[in-house]
């Protein structure tokens, strides 16, 4: 376990933490004026490994060579030129800080941390983190990673849990969620909507299936993961060659064929590590799915077709209605899959070059 400290005076800043694997919905925004809840776990960090946030440069303004250097392989927006290292933080874990009100810059309904660090130091005033509060945007608090320390306060740190004992005893991240708008003047405006995480999840896959493909058609097994991917897969990839299959592979599923082409495979949430099987398929590609969104995926639990009576039997987890889904098909998170596609370094192939460019318009038919 560790705290983080103020760098100007060392008090201390944080309650303790155990570091996890960054979120890959940490930097999304989603939607327009809604409400989204606590990114970080309490009692947890994540680190980001690239700059981010203020200040941004225009792709304009960055030499190739320099943004090959970062790991960019195609152009974007713009890029930080803030100090690697920020550290994530539930807001409810923050110790010994107050905000800086001329620093209060926020889009619509909270903060967003346009302005540079928002929250100071209480004991010296150096200015140490960013609280993220605004509307579509995930509430959290970001370290500044040249004003904090990082202190262990606990030599036996809890081991991560392996792949078994995760499969055994965590959450699956469920597909549907209320989504709530804040600031409705007609009252509490909510509706069922795909999952924020699941929507990121899906940017980031896709991104990993589209290399994956090598520019041939690619199937997905049905159900769900056909809802998340089939329809953007076959609207990106041309029709016609013979398609790689992708088949959902993991700790506690039957270990995948010798001849599987694509592998959607969970990453651990504590360490960030890819699973691979212990006789890896040599050419299959493992496509990366949060934990909770693949644990659903490999063993969700069915719905009751109509209400039990009687004792619940064994296994039951319900007998209400099953949650109302959303009323439109799924859209993959736009920028989750640039941001992936273009740290990728097969995306310097033509046809993926020309799958970045034309995103608008995929956005404009429901895909994204």
């Known amino acids: 376990m560790f705290v983080f400290v103020c760098a100007g005076c060392g008090a201390r800043l944080t309650a303790p933490l155990f570091q996890v694997a960054l979120p890959v919905h940490a930097h999304q925004k989603y939607g327009n004026g809604l409400q989204l809840p606590v990114l970080m776990e309490s009692g947890t960090y994540a680190v980001e490994p690239e700059p981010w946030g203020p200040p941004w440069r225009r ?3 960055i030499d190739p060579d320099e943004a090959a250097a970062r790991g960019i392989h195609a152009p974007v927006f713009a890029l930080s030129d803030a ?5 994530v933080i539930a807001p409810g874990d923050t110790r010994g800080t107050v905000l800086i009100p001329e620093k209060g810059g926020g889009y619509c309904c909270g903060l967003d941390g346009a302005d540079g660090p928002n929250m100071a130091c209480e004991a010296c005033g150096l200015p140490v983190a960013s609280r993220i509060d605004d509307c579509s945007l995930w509430q959290a608090v970001w370290l500044a990673p040249n004003a904090v320390r990082r202190r262990r306060v606990d030599a036996v740190g809890a081991a991560p849990l392996s792949w078994a004992e995760l499969t055994a005893e965590a959450k699956g991240t469920p597909p549907f969620e209320p989504i709530t708008r804040w600031g409705s003047p007609s009252g509490p405006n909510q509706w069922w909507s795909w999952s924020p995480q699941w929507e990121a999840a899906a940017g980031r896959a896709l991104a990993h299936l589209l290399v994956a493909s090598e520019g041939r ?9 056909t809802e998340m991917f089939q329809r953007a897969l076959d609207a ?12 959902l592979a993991g700790p506690g599923l039957p270990a995948p064929e010798r001849d599987a ?8 949430p504590r360490t960030g590590e890819t699973w691979a099987p212990v006789d890896p398929v040599a050419s299959a590609y493992p496509v990366p799915l949060p934990f909770g969104v ?3 995926l490999a063993f969700s639990q069915p719905h009751l077709p109509v209400p ?3 004792v619940m039997p064994d296994g039951v987890l319900r007998d209400d209605p099953p949650a109302p889904r959303p009323r439109y098909l799924f859209r993959v998170d736009r920028e989750v899959f640039q941001h992936t596609l273009v740290r990728l370094s097969a995306v310097r192939s033509p046809w993926l070059r020309d799958i970045l460019a034309n ?6 038919v429901g895909l994204f």
């Open 59 to 61: 792709w304009e303004e």
């Open 83 to 87: 100090e690697p290292g920020a550290v």
């Open 217 to 225: 058609p690619v199937t997905v097994p049905g159900g769900l993961i």
């Open 236 to 247: 990106l990839l041309p029709a016609g060659p013979p398609a790689r299959g992708a088949v």
């Open 261 to 268: 082409d694509i592998l959607l495979v969970p990453v651990h």
């Open 294 to 296: 693949w644990l659903w």
């Open 308 to 310: 039990a009576s009687g």
């Open 359 to 364: 995103v608008t318009q995929f956005m404009y």
